[in-house]
């Protein structure tokens, strides 16, 4: 069911009779270039500054704005401490607006929920809905857009179980990879969720297999401004290969024994599983580029189609080893 809204974003400031700094939220998802995205905005001073616009990554998000927004102990203190997460939200939102910004753009994979919760759920951003709401509620209904990535479920899969064991949290089974495939939560599940928490905010998918590695296309469709190209063209956080992700096993005294054997990336599910989430994402991307239901506008590279929803073989091959002895080395994003 499509609902049915009235103005949205900056619009819906005007009709009120003032304008006010509207929220852009990207909100990954997580192994789509998020980190290679933070960095680059680390580096766009003098564009933000010369369009008005205010940024906050997770270096800050998680140390002193969203903390207590989501989770807590009981639920009464769960409440307590929700309720004063958003009140610092407010006022640092508050802050950005009296320095001038005119657009805030808030940028943490964390926001829908994290890799690891997904793993252990077998179902992906399960909690997303919730989580938009109390974001919404924060923001005191400013967020006008929000720019999300999705990437095929078999690769965001086997990226995510890369990183999470590589830092140390332990191999899904075989059970766990069953399950996972047999989820029927997809990408269009998730966007709906996004949808029915934010209702008055424009939403906009770029298929990262189009976009992989050009951080500037994210800026452009969160602000509707040309952004200046990347000239480090970095890509940092890439999901360890098998070699790296056995030596940190052995090194923390895992069973290195429960990856197979080989070099190259980490594919933990079967031919049969593989085949079923890539299916799951064609079915996403038919819904998406068939309209979304009106829920969401999915963004295409016309140049980058013929690519389809797999990466070529020069990436799929390539994992975080390759950052290693370079000038900039990958940090958690």
């Given at each position: 069911?499509?609902?049915?809204t009235?103005?949205s ?6 009709m ?19 980190t290679t995205?933070q ?5 766009q001073?003098?564009?933000?500054e010369r369009?008005a616009?205010?940024?906050w990554g ?8 969203f ?9 009464g203190r769960v409440e307590?401490?929700?309720?004063r997460a958003a ?10 607006e009296q ?5 805030l753009?808030v ?10 919760y997904?793993l ?7 909690a997303?809905g919730?989580?938009?709401?109390r974001?919404c ?6 967020i006008?857009r ?12 086997a990226s995510a179980?890369?990183?999470?064991v ?21 990408w269009?599940?998730v966007?709906?969720?996004?949808a ?7 939403i906009r998918?770029l ?11 994210i ?14 063209h ?7 290969d ?11 005294g895992?069973?290195i ?12 599910f079967?031919h049969?599983?593989?085949?079923q ?6 079915d ?13 506008h999915?963004?295409?590279?016309p140049?980058r189609?013929?690519t ?6 020069g990436?799929?091959?390539e994992?975080?080893?390759?950052d ?6 990958a940090?958690?994003?």
């Amino acid at each position: 069911m499509i609902p049915v809204t009235g103005p949205s974003g900056a619009a819906a400031f005007l009709m009120k009779g003032r304008l006010g700094m509207d929220v852009i939220l990207h909100i990954g998802a997580h192994r789509t270039g998020t980190t290679t995205f933070q960095r680059y905005m680390r580096d766009q001073t003098d564009y933000l500054e010369r369009h008005a616009i205010g940024f906050w990554g997770p270096h800050r998000t998680r140390k002193s704005v969203f903390p207590g927004l989501f989770r807590g102990g009981g639920i009464g203190r769960v409440e307590n401490t929700a309720f004063r997460a958003a009140g610092r939200v407010a006022l640092q939102m508050h802050g950005a607006e009296q320095r001038g910004a005119r657009h805030l753009l808030v940028s943490d994979e964390n926001m829908l929920g994290t890799a690891r919760y997904n793993l252990r759920s077998g179902a992906l951003y399960p909690a997303a809905g919730e989580r938009m709401a109390r974001l919404c509620d924060a923001f005191r209904g400013r967020i006008s857009r929000v720019v999300m990535s999705v990437r095929s479920q078999d690769h965001w899969w086997a990226s995510a179980a890369a990183m999470t064991v590589g830092r140390g949290h332990p191999v899904p089974s075989a059970q766990r990879c069953e399950m996972i495939a047999n989820d029927t939560r997809s990408w269009r599940d998730v966007i709906t969720d996004l949808a029915c928490a934010l209702p008055d905010a424009e939403i906009r998918v770029l298929p990262f297999e189009q976009h992989m590695g050009r951080p500037q296309d994210i800026l452009y469709q969160a602000t509707d401004r040309r952004a200046p190209i990347d000239p480090k063209h970095l890509w940092l956080n890439r999901s360890p290969d098998l070699a790296r992700l056995r030596d940190v096993m052995a090194q923390q005294g895992g069973d290195i024994t429960q990856l197979p054997q080989g070099q190259g990336r980490w594919l933990p599910f079967s031919h049969e599983q593989s085949a079923q989430l890539r299916e799951a994402y064609a079915d996403d991307m038919f819904w998406l580029t068939a309209g979304a239901d009106g829920l969401a506008h999915l963004i295409t590279d016309p140049i980058r189609n013929q690519t389809g929803i797999n990466l070529h073989a020069g990436v799929l091959t390539e994992g975080q080893g390759h950052d290693f002895g370079k000038e900039h080395v990958a940090r958690s994003g």
